[in-house]
Nanobody, 125 residues
Framework: VQLQAFGGGLVQSGGSLRLSCAHSAFSLDYYGIGWFRQAPGKEREAISCISSSDPSTYYADSVKGRFTISRDNANNTVYLQMNSLKPEDTAVYYC???????????????????WGQGTLVTVSS
């Protein structure tokens, strides 16, 4: 029983993908959720995060205007809609959750105590 990220795949430059983050054992309603990515040879970076209330959101400059994070509480899922994908978006994408971040999302990986297994996104040129 763990957090799961899925929806990755191979897409051409300019295409779209929607990633999903879900947990089968607990409700994500009361958790801050973050999406991170890690490309080969690079550090894990924060892409987007969302609080449980408001909700307030954060986007990295590199994805602002192209990616949208959203919650679907009825389905206990947090989505990351990725549009206008670029080859430099190629990475393993992870979602993370932490109950202490439900009011204020964080872009720091160390702030999260639950992590999904990652899903690979490959954008071809």
């Amino acid at each position: 029983v763990q957090l799961q990220a899925f929806g990755g795949g191979l897409v051409q430059s300019g295409g779209s993908l929607r990633l999903s983050c879900a947990h089968s054992a607990f409700s994500l309603d009361y958790y801050g959720i973050g999406w991170f990515r890690q490309a080969p040879g690079k550090e894990r970076e924060a892409i987007s995060c969302i609080s449980s209330s408001d909700p307030s959101t954060y986007y990295a400059d590199s994805v602002k205007g192209r990616f949208t994070i959203s919650r679907d509480n009825a389905n206990n899922t947090v989505y990351l809609q990725m549009n206008s994908l670029k080859p430099e978006d190629t990475a393993v994408y992870y979602c993370a959750a932490d109950r202490s971040l439900r009011y204020s999302p964080s872009r720091h990986p160390s702030a999260y105590d639950s992590w999904g297994q990652g899903t690979l996104v490959t954008v071809s040129s």
